[in-house]
């Protein structure tokens, strides 16, 4: 699929008519109570079956993460699908480099006292045993083919909100993800040779839970924890 798109800065303001079919509220209801009950049955999984994914419903579910707003419409987000086992591999061994010294220590007692009840350790095996791996960047600035930059505005609340979009999506597409933020994750742009304004943001590995998958027994916010009324 192509499109028209090209960096937006500068441009007049060109409106055009929006006027959605307006959903009964009845309907509305319905949907949102669905979502609901079917969005709290997300897990985050770390430990993936090696099955294959139908790769179209990936690609869909990158391409709603796409429709986000974003600051400018600048859409400062790029996504590396990583299917060859090599580069997994390569990924994997680079992670767990980091992650060694990161349990070691480097995280600090309070960061490790938060991770206990999560179970997680520095042996990241969902990065080879799932199928494929989303590696989402950040770009940083917006850099022309010749060189030249221009400022890109709320990079990270974009692409965080971009992220959502696509691990909601993953969900609803019947397909199991979690969230990796192997830190410091620039190995991924050397692995992934990625320009100079894309900052990695999160690997995101996409497959089904193992038949032995286990989380941990999280509660979650009630509503009326997380929400206030004026
Ligand atoms: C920004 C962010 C970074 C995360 N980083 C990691 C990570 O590096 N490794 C990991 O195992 N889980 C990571 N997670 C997953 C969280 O631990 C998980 O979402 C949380 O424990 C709640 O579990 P749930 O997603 O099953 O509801 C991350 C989640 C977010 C949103």
């Known amino acids: 699929m192509t499109t028209n798109w090209t960096p ?32 709290d049955e997300r897990r985050t999984v770390r430990m993936f079956s090696t099955d294959p994914v139908p790769e179209q419903a990936v690609l869909d579910a990158i391409a709603v993460a796409s429709t986000a707003p974003s600051g400018a419409h600048q859409q400062p987000w790029t996504f590396v699908l990583v299917k060859n086992p090599e580069v997994r591999e390569r990924i994997r061994a680079a992670a767990e480099e980091e992650e060694r010294i990161s349990y070691a220590g ?22 080879t045993d799932a199928p494929a791996l989303i590696v989402v960047f950040q770009q940083r600035f917006y850099l022309e083919p010749d ?8 990079v990270d609340e974009s692409v965080g909100i971009a992220v959502g979009m696509l691990l909601t999506a993953l969900h609803l597409a019947g397909l199991a993800a979690l ?34 998958c286990v989380v941990p027994d999280l509660v979650r916010k009630s509503l009326d924890q997380v929400l206030v009324v004026v």
């Open 147 to 154: 060189g030249t930059t221009r400022k890109h505005y709320y």
């Open 8 to 39: 937006n800065h500068g441009q007049a303001f060109a409106p055009v008519p929006y006027r959605p079919e307006r959903m009964p509220a009845e309907q509305s209801l319905h949907t949102a109570a669905d979502l609901r009950a079917r969005m």
């Open 179 to 212: 969230t990796h933020t192997p830190s410091p994750m620039k190995f991924l742009s050397e692995v992934l040779d990625r320009p100079r304004n894309e900052k990695a943001f999160a690997v995101i590995p996409v497959g089904y839970p193992a038949d032995d």
């Open 106 to 127: 480097r995280l600090g007692d309070e960061w490790l006292d938060a991770l206990r009840p999560l179970g997680t350790d520095d042996v990241k095996p969902h990065l």
